[in-house]
């Protein structure tokens, strides 16, 4: 690695072409620090007894060693932000000069519109893209090319780069600005230049180290430059036009924070640990490092990812197309669970590879969802719910899949435990409602209770039957009794008293009998939560009770305690077999095809010697004859066998064993060989025999 200072024009001059890669994220810097630079400029322009100003650092892997014919672009690894919004201002600054007189066009020597273009923006003997001393990634490529060479933008265009060039363009139209001060100010930028040589220096850490100041990454952007950073360029496309670039679509219009929380959730199932939302990138590193260990791909790492991706995105982004999971994703989004999901992208993921249908998993989004909103009802503190749903998947028998949820859920002790009938009802006829965060979603879904046409309310606000007015009518007064105080403060913000309707301001806080009388009264109301409010006289603690407990009563039809005999719960909880792991623990055993080979495996492996044994584990499943000779390692496309037998004493005619010996991976012994459906597998059982004999000391 080399840095030396540079001005920032050189530079520019002098590479062939700088590439921001396409694992970069988009050009985002805003009108603020574009305004910044812009003042830093200006004041370096203005100020004679300045000879340089400081803009921070360009660091990027160059071209290779040899190569300078091949036109090979230098690839940017930090300062692509400062250096796009140069280049949007060089640009804008040409533009601007070809419109003063013709002696005015080059206010200081080497700036003229043409030395501008042919020094700092193009490259005047190439032709396609190399002609472009900067090339961006994604859409924003395209938006740049045209604005350098001063055309329309592209349908699409990135609106951040469109910005932001319109700001600096009507900078420089500013009739009292001296356009010479911006050519003296661009001249006098100076950069660390930090040249990274290929195949010797590390991008990554350099890069880790150096993106302390400016505009802060997301956790979401060190990720995809870790997974991308290292590869060949055209992997680097590859991956992230298949994987990467489709999840990101997924995302758009999400919250900022939006991925993180998904990778927060993936690595909680992968890992068993829950890192925090400012580790994740160092636990995914972690995680990446141990996945790699195994043999496995990066590639294979990204497709996993974006698998997860795009079930996270139907659950929690909206984007399911099945018409009965859809809702049932969105009442938990109305509910604000996040942490449950987790658990349920291993049941989405179950649910894909076929171990349950679309009604078992509709069930347990149910269940899930009645359990999280009953305890806020029951105002339960919230903080051990993301280990409760973390650890969740690991108490399940996947071969009774549904009846292992609800054994689950009503097997939960003290403060995890799933808020009875009784104890539900009581606190929604009680409890403060109005001031319940959940209260558009409790009163929405309470609403379409029974309805095939389902009503929003979005356009409809909350009324208090009994007015929140502490100074209450004679009228009100005599309707609640001389004790009229006390039934105002204890019933006034619970669910008996709370209704919807359009006429808020109308009702204002007229007496019950107006309120249902007049035009789009109670009366009139289309609205089910309003149903024998026409048929009262009075409105008093009577009322308000009877009301609460009819609406608890439809509560308790929604959001439903399931049931399950105690001997049945019971048997779920009995102690589990050794290592306490079943099948049903390893869902890429799971579809019938990749069971049938599994057992039939099972089966050849046991007929070897009686004595041979069968252990599952969390990560694997071991077969021991005095210890383990051979573990499976489940995988989506295949299962890879550890053998425990070294690789020179293995008689492999076909060469499809591998040695992992000092090398990181799941599983005993030093020699890897891979099993599928298209494997030959007789002639797989045989290195398995092999190990076998090995260990029993056979031939």
């Not at 273009?117 to 190439?126: A, I, V």
């Not at 995105?313 to 099945?322: H, Q, Y």
């Not at 057992?599 to 046991?606: A, G, P, W």
């Amino acid at each position: 690695m080399k840095a030396v200072d540079s001005h920032l024009l050189t530079l520019l001059k002098k590479s062939n072409q700088f590439v921001v890669p396409i694992y970069q994220r988009v050009y985002s810097w805003t009108e603020a620090e574009c305004a910044q630079l812009w003042s830093d400029i200006i004041r370096a322009g203005s100020n004679d007894k300045l000879g340089a100003h400081f803009t921070g650092s360009i660091v990027y892997v160059a071209k290779d060693q040899g190569t300078n014919t091949s036109a090979e672009p230098d690839l940017i690894i930090d300062g692509q932000q400062r250096v796009t919004t140069v280049t949007l201002l060089l640009a804008a600054l040409a533009e601007r000069l070809e419109q003063l007189p013709e002696n005015e066009r080059e206010p200081i020597d080497g700036f003229s519109p043409k030395k501008i273009r042919n020094r700092y923006l193009l490259n005047d003997d190439e032709d396609g893209e190399r002609q472009f001393k900067l090339i961006l990634s994604q859409e924003d490529k395209a938006t740049l090319i045209a604005i350098v060479q001063a055309v329309p933008p592209p349908v699409g265009a990135s609106t951040r780069v469109t910005a932001n060039f319109e700001f600096l363009r009507n900078n420089l139209n500013d009739p009292s600005l001296d356009v010479a001060v911006v050519c003296r100010g661009l001249d006098k930028l100076v950069v660390v230049d930090v040249t990274l040589t290929r195949n010797v220096d590390n991008p990554q850490l350099v890069f880790e180290a150096m993106n302390s100041t400016g505009r802060k990454l997301s956790q979401a952007d060190l990720i995809r430059n870790y997974v991308l950073m290292d590869l060949p360029p055209k992997q680097q496309e590859k991956l992230y036009n298949a994987y990467w670039r489709p999840m990101e679509l997924e995302f758009g219009g999400a919250g900022e924070g939006q991925f993180d929380e998904f990778v927060r959730h993936f690595l909680t199932i992968k890992t068993s640990e829950i890192p925090r939302l400012d580790d994740i990138y160092d636990a995914f590193k972690a995680f990446t490092a141990v996945f790699t260990a195994e043999e496995e791909t990066v590639e294979g790492l990204v497709a996993e990812l974006r698998e997860f991706a795009r079930r996270y995105a139907a659950m929690a982004l909206g984007k399911e197309s099945d018409d009965k999971l859809a809702p049932a994703f969105k009442d938990l989004d109305q509910i604000k669970a996040d942490v449950v999901y987790p658990f349920l992208l291993e049941a989405y993921t179950d649910y894909e590879l076929g171990t349950i249908d679309r009604d078992e998993l509709l069930e347990i989004v149910r269940i899930v969802t009645s359990y999280v909103f009953r305890r806020a009802v029951c105002r339960i503190p919230t903080n051990s719910l993301n280990k409760t749903f973390a650890g969740l998947g690991t108490s399940l028998r996947k071969d009774q899949y549904a009846d292992s949820v609800v054994a689950a859920f009503l097997g939960m002790k003290s403060y995890r435990a799933f808020p009875t009938d009784a104890e539900f009802k009581a606190t929604l006829v009680s409890t403060d409602l109005y001031n319940f965060r959940r209260r558009s979603y409790f009163l929405r879904t309470l609403e379409n209770l029974g309805r095939k046409e389902p009503v929003t309310i979005e356009e409809y606000t909350i009324e208090h039957i009994l007015p929140q007015n502490e100074h209450l009518s004679r009228e009100w007064q005599a309707a609640l009794g001389d004790d009229w105080q006390t039934v105002q403060q204890t019933y006034l913000h619970t669910l008996g008293n709370l209704t919807l309707t359009g006429y808020n301001s109308e009702y204002s806080d007229h007496p019950f009998t107006k309120k249902r009388d007049m035009e789009g009264g109670f009366k009139d109301s289309p609205l089910r939560l309003n149903k024998g409010l026409s048929q009262l006289d009075t409105w008093n603690a009577t009322e308000i009770q009877a009301r609460a407990e009819r609406l608890a009563e439809d509560a308790l039809k929604i959001w439903k305690r399931p049931q399950l005999p105690d001997e049945v719960i019971a048997e779920f909880q009995a102690p589990r077999e050794a290592g306490g792991f079943t099948i049903e623990d390893h869902p890429y055993l799971l579809p019938p095809q990749r069971r049938a080979l599994f057992e039939r495996l099972s089966s050849e492996i046991f007929a070897l010697d009686p004595a041979i044994t069968r252990h599952f584990l969390k990560l694997y499943v071991a077969f021991k004859a005095e210890t383990n000779f051979v573990d499976l390692v489940p995988q989506k496309a295949r299962m890879r066998l550890t053998v425990n037998i070294p690789i020179e004493s293995l008689r492999d005619d076909r060469s499809l064993a591998w040695d992992v010996s000092g090398k990181g991976h799941w599983g005993n012994g030093t020699t890897e060989v891979a099993l599928s459906e298209g494997s030959d597998f007789t002639y797989v059982l045989g290195l398995i025999r092999q190990a076998y004999e090995y260990q029993m000391g056979g031939d």
